[in-house]
């Protein structure tokens, strides 16, 4: 079974502090993961994804995740986190043609 | 740009009535999907479709069908509402259907069946 987990449901860190978003999955053959950011009311967002390559992934926002295949996990993380980055984050994997969602992870940043 | 867009964005329903839910993308995209959204489960997929005339079920199809006459649009049509259906829909779509294409997400249609 092919499968995406958020440990997490909710992560709470102070402005200026590093922020970590944790993510785990399941799968079979190559693992094409995704990571989605969404602000209240509105759909979700793009942040970055892992194909092939580089374990450290770039995004936007400067938002990055690393992969770690000896771990199974694709944790999205932030150096120096902005109040701004206050939303639902969602990883996601997608083995074939089909989108499987963790159940989301609430990010919130106090000033 | 006007990327994927959803109509209506609220609709409340009364048990038994149907429906249809809008969505339209102009970046010419071949895959499109929907999603409902619930509290503690992420979005789970409804339906899919990888290009025009061609459509499959998601993980959650039950109570919902789907048609693709054209590229551009993909409705989701609630035969006969429940209050179970009560939810928030996410119309999405890719370039294509492979692996590594993300997804562009509507702002979702807020659905509640009284």
């Known amino acids: 079974a092919q499968s995406v987990a958020q440990p997490e449901d909710q992560v709470n860190v102070a402005e200026g502090n590093p922020l970590t978003v944790k993510c785990t999955y399941s799968?079979?053959?190559?693992?094409?993961l995704f990571w989605y950011v969404q602000y209240p009311n509105r759909g979700l967002q793009f942040l970055l994804k892992?194909?092939?390559?580089?374990?450290l992934v770039k995004g936007s926002y400067g938002f990055e995740a690393e992969f770690n295949k000896s771990q199974t996990s694709f944790h999205l993380k932030k150096p120096s986190a902005l109040v701004s980055d206050s939303a639902l984050y969602f990883c996601a994997l997608r083995p074939d043609y089909k989108l499987s969602f963790g159940a989301g992870t609430t990010v919130t940043v106090r000033a | 740009n006007a990327g994927v867009t959803q109509t209506p964005k609220f609709q409340v329903l009364k048990t038994g009535q149907s429906m249809t839910l809008q969505c339209a993308q102009d970046?010419?995209?071949?895959?499109m999907s929907w999603y409902r959204q619930d509290p503690g489960m992420g979005l789970r997929l409804i339906h899919y479709?990888?290009?025009?005339?061609?459509?499959d079920q998601g993980e959650v199809p039950n109570g919902y069908n789907v048609s693709r006459s054209t590229t551009e649009d993909f409705p989701l049509r609630l035969l006969s509402a429940a209050p179970s259906q009560t939810s928030v829909y996410f119309c999405?779509?890719?370039?294509?259907?492979?692996?590594?294409?993300?997804?562009?997400f509507g702002d979702g249609t807020r659905l509640s069946i009284l």
């Open positions: 479709s990888v290009g025009a005339g061609i459509t």
């Open positions: 999405a779509s890719s370039y294509s259907q492979l692996s590594n294409q993300p997804q562009h």
């Open positions: 892992y194909i092939t390559g580089d374990n």
């Open positions: 799968v079979s053959g190559n693992p094409y």
């Open positions: 970046m010419n995209h071949e895959y």
